[in-house]
């Protein structure tokens, strides 16, 4: 099974930026659509954005489009998440998660069919 660790969350001043990472180990990640997640105090885990297996395809919740933009290197077997301009209200616990590319291709969902979690990180906006 494929396997994903988060990095790169920390503290940040609103209207500051983030990247996060989420590196894959064992596996390459060109078989695979890549989900970035968040979960806040007190609230359900909601996808933020996805990306297909060839990075042909991305998606963004209407909270964050044009402030954050999901990439991905599958030589490095790594993708990206860039958080520009971030609020307080993108504070959170974000994970990353795997969805195979021929489920992704019929079910293209930044919510369902993921699996393959990684540990989460924690990301924190506060001034």
């Known amino acids: 099974q494929l396997q994903l660790v988060e990095s790169g969350g920390g503290v940040v001043q609103p209207g500051g930026s983030l990247r996060l990472s989420c590196a894959a180990s064992g596996f390459t990640l060109d078989g695979y659509a890549i989900g970035w997640f968040r979960q806040a105090p007190g609230k359900e885990r909601e996808g933020v954005s996805c990306i297909s297996s060839s990075g042909g395809i991305t998606k963004y919740a209407d909270s964050v489009k044009g402030r954050f933009t999901i990439s991905r290197d599958n030589a490095k077997k790594t993708v990206y998440l860039q958080m520009n301009s971030m609020r307080p209200e993108d504070t959170a616990v974000y994970y990353c998660?795997?969805?195979?590319?021929?489920?992704?291709?019929?079910?293209?969902?930044?919510?369902?069919?993921?699996?393959?979690w990684g540990q989460g990180i924690q990301v924190t906006v506060s001034s």
């Open positions: 998660a795997a969805k195979p590319g021929l489920v992704f291709f019929a079910d293209s969902s930044c919510q369902r069919g993921y699996g393959s």
